[in-house]
């Protein structure tokens, strides 16, 4: 049977292309129903204040750099989107003195225009926004060297390469509206793709690359970034893939109630619990991965409830 097109963008896969039972499925869960989703290699964890939320992502950074020595290097993978954790992790780690001489970062993403990834003086740039938040606001004695900070710019199979030659401890992430980690978008319905998105093994094949962004994701972007100045957003963004991902010993995606809708943060969280993958939901991929945790700001869950304001 044939799938239906999108309400979004009839060019693009999206979750509105799932099986009907799914959604609605979905839209029914609780937040208590939802913990109980909870199952081996996927974890759901609630938290009962935004202080605590971001607390707690923030010390993923500082456990694994804890890890981290010369002899066998260690880091994290962060997103921008949440932010708010980033002066935390530089708080912390001045308060503490711990240094940072042998740790490492892998920024998630990058905007791309022009075919080329943006530089720092860009107002939207993401490494920008990872060091005015955290790098550069760590005391310089105890600073991470620029070398360990890994971003998806340039040569991006070098950046690949990085996730051979250092362990990944933890990648978090936030979600999207179109139900993204990082920039990994549902694709266009066009050539090969035209009558179904890509299989979980085909779309897991994807390394760090350069994508073109669901009209979602842009529109997404100017809300929480620019305003709602759709112009100003770019269309293109350099990502980590599927493939780095499964690298990272944990996935760890952080779930505040600003960047997806009550609606999405059901939808993914049954998809993985129930191993339901499929590349139009790209974060449901995450049912084959062995290791994610699901974080939750409780108050954000919100409710499917219609409501008429």
């Known amino acids: 049977m044939a799938r239906a097109l999108s309400k979004i963008s009839p060019d693009w896969w999206d979750y509105t292309t799932l099986d009907e039972h799914i959604l609605k499925d979905a839209a029914k869960l609780k937040p208590e129903g939802m913990l109980t989703l909870a199952r081996p290699g996927f974890e759901v964890v609630f938290y009962d204040t935004l202080e605590e939320f971001y607390l707690a992502e923030a010390l993923e950074y500082i456990e694994a750099w804890k890890q981290s020595t010369a002899d066998n290097p260690a880091g994290i993978c962060g997103p921008i989107g949440p932010t708010e954790q980033l002066p935390l992790v530089a708080r912390i780690v001045n308060a503490t003195g711990m240094k940072l001489h042998d740790a490492h970062f892998w920024g998630m993403d990058e905007w791309v225009e022009n075919g080329k990834p943006v530089a720092m003086d860009h107002p939207l740039s993401f490494a920008k926004a990872d060091k005015d938040l955290c790098f550069d606001r760590i005391d310089k004695k105890l600073r991470i060297p620029d070398a360990h900070l890994h971003f998806p ?16 401890v933890v990648m978090q992430g936030g979600q999207g509206e179109v139900k993204h980690w990082a920039f990994n978008d549902p694709v266009k319905r066009t050539g090969a793709f035209a009558d179904k998105p890509p299989s979980p093994a085909e779309y897991r094949r994807l390394a760090a690359r350069v994508v073109d962004l669901h009209p979602m994701t842009v529109i997404q972007n100017a809300r929480t970034s620019g305003g709602g100045n759709v112009s100003i957003v770019p269309t293109q963004a350099a990502s980590v893939g599927p493939v780095e991902t499964w690298k990272a010993e944990r996935v760890s995606i952080w779930h505040a109630g600003v960047h997806d809708n009550p609606f999405g943060m059901r939808l993914t969280t049954l998809m993985i619990s129930k191993k339901i993958p499929d590349s139009a939901v790209p974060m449901s991929l995450l049912a084959d991965h062995p290791n994610v945790r699901f974080n939750f700001y409780r108050p954000g869950i919100g409710s499917c409830d219609a409501q008429m304001h």
Request: hydrophobic fraction near 25%; charge should be neutral; proline fraction near 0%.
């Open 153 to 168: 710019a340039g040569d991006l199979g070098a950046y690949t390469k990085t996730y051979d030659q250092i362990r990944c």
